[in-house]
T-cell receptor, first 114, second 114 residues
Framework: AQSVTQLDSQVPVFEEAPVELRCNYSSSVSVYLFWYVQYPNQGLQLLLKYLSGSTLVKGINGFEAEFNKSQTSFHLRKPSVHISDTAEYFCAVSDMGGSEKLVFGKGTKLTVNP | DTGVSQDPRHKITKRGQNVTFRCDPISEHNRLYWYRQTLGQGPEFLTYFQNEAQLEKSRLLSDRFSAERPKGSFSTLEIQRTEQGDSAMYLC????????????FGPGTRLLVL
């Protein structure tokens, strides 16, 4: 079984500041890793994913994440945030092969202030 | 490519009534997933289909819940004898194997049980 811990439930930042949203996972098998974003009253949109290969993954909207196997982490970063980045961000894992169902963390609410 | 669609977007019902939700996946996606998201939580896996076969059900899916995907295209999720605890956002996602792991989500159906 897998589990995901998002260490911060809320992260307030000022516009143009850098941000890091933290994610740690636990799994007895190899996993794929994802970050999704959810805007109010909408479904989830894929930001980026790690399947294999380079541990630094670049996604949409200027976000990137780094997979660290030894620390079982997959933190999301952006060097300069915009007001429009205000949303809920979810880290998720899925097992390799099998159902590939997603196991999500509880989410981090990012609020970008002017 | 029209994306994943869900109908209705909102549903208000009285306790004890039956409700049915529909999900239309991206065409030619052979996997379809249902998740439930309650306030302040990440989505939780309910069940998934590969083509028309339902391959896994979460223990969250009580006997009052049933899902179908009769022709391997759209899917329905029915909740019988709704309870207030069923109030949540119900999300549908689809993916295409062997494009590993990437699930595309619909906008969700928000259910309120009074």
């Amino acid at each position: 079984a897998q589990s995901v811990t998002q260490l911060d439930s809320q992260v307030p930042v000022f516009e143009e500041a850098p941000v890091e949203l933290r994610c740690n996972y636990s799994s007895s098998v190899s996993v794929y890793l994802f970050w999704y974003v959810q805007y109010p009253n909408q479904g989830l949109q894929l930001l980026l994913k790690y399947l294999s290969g380079s541990t630094l993954v670049k996604g949409i909207n200027g976000f990137e994440a780094e997979f660290n196997k030894s620390q079982t982490s997959f933190h999301l970063r952006k060097p300069s945030v915009h007001i429009s980045d205000t949303a809920e961000y979810f880290c998720a894992v899925s097992d390799m092969g099998g159902s590939e169902k997603l196991v999500f963390g509880k989410g981090t609410k990012l609020t970008v202030n002017p | 490519d029209t994306g994943v669609s869900q109908d209705p977007r909102h549903k208000i019902t009285k306790r004890g009534q039956n409700v049915t939700f529909r999900c239309d996946p991206i065409s030619e996606h052979n996997r379809l997933y249902w998740y439930r998201q309650t306030l302040g939580q990440g989505p939780e896996f309910l069940t998934y289909f590969q083509n028309e076969a339902q391959l896994e059900k979460s223990r969250l899916l009580s006997d009052r819940f049933s899902a179908e995907r009769p022709k391997g295209s759209f899917s329905t999720l029915e909740i019988q004898r709704t309870e207030q605890g069923d109030s949540a956002m119900y999300l549908c996602a689809s993916s295409h194997t062997p494009l590993l792991g990437t699930q595309y989500f619909g906008p969700g159906t928000r259910l309120l049980v009074l």
